[in-house]
């Protein structure tokens, strides 16, 4: 079955990074198009970057361009966000997702990232 597990988050100081991962198994990585998206309490998900199935082209909310870079890794099903200069409006559950159908999509658990002094 389709898993996807995120990990890297945690509680930094503004101006810092984080790098979080996702590895994703029971599916075929690299045909599909990965996201990143991410959600504080009582707002709805938001998606933060996209990369393409062979990592070409990649895309983000205006929010975070310039301060986040997610890339993949297609020879061991992962794909990561690497988050500097982080800000206090960062701080939110991250989620790794795949769209394997215009009706399915997955999701992982996610992993909370606390941007704070």
Request: with cysteine; net charge positive; charged share 15%.
């Amino acid at each position: 079955q389709v898993q996807l597990v995120e990990s890297g988050g945690g509680l930094v100081q503004p101006g810092g990074s984080l790098r979080l991962s996702c590895a994703a198994s029971g599916f075929a990585f690299s045909v599909y198009t990965m996201y990143w998206y991410r959600q504080t309490p009582g707002k709805e998900r938001e998606l933060v970057a996209s990369i393409s199935r062979l990592g070409g082209t990649t895309n983000y909310a205006d929010s975070v361009k310039g301060r986040f870079t997610i890339s993949r890794d297609n020879t061991k099903n992962m794909v990561n966000l690497q988050m500097n200069s982080l800000k206090p409006e960062d701080t939110a559950v991250y989620y790794c997702n795949v769209q394997t159908s215009v009706y399915r999509g997955y999701w992982g658990q996610g992993t909370q990232v606390t941007v704070s002094s």
